[in-house]
């Protein structure tokens, strides 16, 4: 399974793997029947969750609603540090992750807004260093494993911070690596050098712990937001929550 899994998403375009995967996974899913892990996402719950990723990480996927250890710990974020349930907001969310955009579009207090380059599921096609709407727009926008594929990640945040609202709030996940500092070079383009140096062949930079401050430098203000090291062990082990992800909340500069 792990090999299957590590193959697929490897060699198959995610804008595919979006439109069909899930209904593969809810197939496998009879095979993890128990209740020592539950998603609180979708609120299933299984033995374990299914293995995910390139080398593939255990304990990883929801096969009900596809959400990984990053989108648990977000929603439980979102849940427990914010607003987003409660008030009225209008959100963008760019690059749309499948398990939180039909749970997102039903919430009442929500004007809810997909869009991306070429994911089929977002509604609006558009290119994140160019925003189509005008400043001060969106309370929220999520920009989720994004940044590490666009050309230009600088201006694609002072996009984000350009369309906040003065008191807007949005959370900014990317992979980070143990560096010293982000590398990266707009020369290569060969797909395999990609992944070699990069970690995917979709993949133009490696994030380091320079992160944070890499992205200040577009306008946004970024809190490095070690949520998950407050919540108890069981917690930890009952959700399969990363232990060491930090979340990059940010607000408009």
């Given amino acids: 399974m792990k090999s299957l899994i590590s193959f697929v998403i490897r060699f ?34 299984y033995s374990k969750f299914l293995p995910y990723g390139r ?18 710990l977000m929603w439980l974020f979102l849940q427990q540090k914010t607003n987003f349930f409660q008030a009225d907001l209008k959100v963008l969310h760019i690059a749309p992750e499948l398990c939180f955009i039909d749970r997102m579009e039903a919430m009442k207090n929500l004007d809810y807004v997909t869009a991306d380059i070429e994911s089929p599921l977002a509604k609006v096609k558009m290119d994140v260093h160019a925003i189509p709407f005008a400043d001060n727009t969106f309370d929220v926008v999520f920009c989720n494993h994004v940044l590490e594929h666009v050309d230009d990640d600088i201006q694609a945040c002072r996009e984000i911070n350009r369309v906040l609202k003065p008191n807007g709030w949005g959370i900014i996940q990317s992979p980070v690596y143990p560096l010293e500092k982000t590398i990266e070079d707009k ?36 809190d490095e937001n070690d949520f998950v090291k407050t919540l108890d062990a069981a917690t930890v ?17």
């Fill in 237 to 253: 082990a009952k959700h399969a929550l990363p232990p060491d992800e930090i979340i990059f909340y940010c607000s408009k500069g």
């Fill in 12 to 45: 198959i375009p995610r804008k595919y793997l979006q439109l069909v995967s899930h209904f593969f996974l809810r197939v496998m899913a009879v095979f993890y029947k128990g209740d020592k892990v539950a998603c609180n996402v979708c609120g299933h719950t």
């Fill in 187 to 222: 020369t290569i383009t060969d797909p395999a050098e990609r992944e070699r140096l990069f970690g995917q062949r979709d993949h133009v930079r490696k994030y380091g712990k320079d992160y944070a401050a890499r992205l200040r430098k577009s306008g946004l203000a970024i």
């Fill in 55 to 72: 080398t593939a990480r255990e304990n990883a996927l929801c096969p009900q609603c596809l959400a990984l250890e990053r989108h648990r």
